[in-house]
């Protein structure tokens, strides 16, 4: 059973960089994408991107200029960079595996961060 | 981006009753080379992350019991509950997975009646 924790701060100070990691368990983060999705609280889902194992990483539009995600699969692990952020970044973060034809199957937990002096 | 919009925005249903929520794209995810249908539907209960339904429109997830059934197709869609339990009170989203960036319906919540 795919299991996907995620790590990192759960406070980030306006203007600094949100950096989260996705630990995958219990499978090879080989041949899949995988994504980062994110859940403002008490609010719906926003689609951040998505990376393949290889790399060749897809974003929103809405973000692109400050998100990057990476892979590593030395360690089965994939991060998200987020910079600039402001309150509107606070959220949930999730990251989840996507399936080839594009939904997603496993979802970590959740982290939430809070963006706050 | 395909604008995804659910209706209703919120659902009260007596249990073992049927619940229907909708879901519309602002452009047909209904793929030309293999005629299916880019759309998943998720439940979100309380604290815990989205959980897969459905995909292609209407196929079952593995273990998700066969009283939820999606369907539609091109730019029109359902999920339907035909006898809600208790344990089916959650927030329900649609997302197509056709483009990216790849949008999620707003949610609808789902409660007993």
């Known amino acids: 059973q795919v299991q996907l924790q995620e790590s990192g701060p759960g406070l980030v100070r306006p203007s600094e960089t949100l950096s989260l990691t996705c630990i995958v368990s219990?499978?090879?983060?080989?041949?899949?994408?995988w994504s980062w999705i994110r859940q403002p609280p008490g609010k719906g889902l926003e689609w951040i991107g998505y990376?393949?194992?290889?790399?060749?990483?897809k974003y929103n539009p809405s973000l692109k200029s400050r998100v990057t995600i990476s892979v590593d699969t030395s360690k089965n692990q994939f991060s998200l960079r987020l910079t600039s952020v402001t309150a509107a970044d606070t959220a949930i973060y999730y990251c989840a595996r996507v399936h080839p034809h594009g939904w997603s199957d496993y979802w970590g937990q959740g982290t939430l961060v809070t963006v706050s002096s | 981006d395909i604008v995804m919009t659910q209706s209703p925005d919120s659902l009260a249903v007596s249990l073992g009753e049927r619940a229907t929520i909708n879901c519309k794209s602002s452009q047909s995810v209904i793929s030309s080379s293999n005629n299916k249908n880019y759309l998943a539907w998720y439940q979100q209960k309380p604290g815990q992350p989205p959980k897969l339904l459905i995909s292609?429109?209407?196929p079952r997830e593995s273990g998700v019991p066969d009283r939820f059934s999606g369907s539609g197709s091109g730019t029109d869609f359902t999920l339907t509950i035909s006898s809600l339990q208790a344990e089916d009170v959650a927030v329900y989203y649609c997302?197509?997975?056709?483009?990216?960036?790849?949008?999620f319906g707003q949610g609808t919540k789902l409660e007993i009646k």
């Open positions: 990376i393949h194992y290889s790399g060749s990483p």
């Open positions: 219990g499978g090879s983060i080989n041949n899949y994408w």
């Open positions: 292609w429109a209407s």
């Open positions: 997302q197509q997975h056709y483009t990216t960036p790849y949008t």
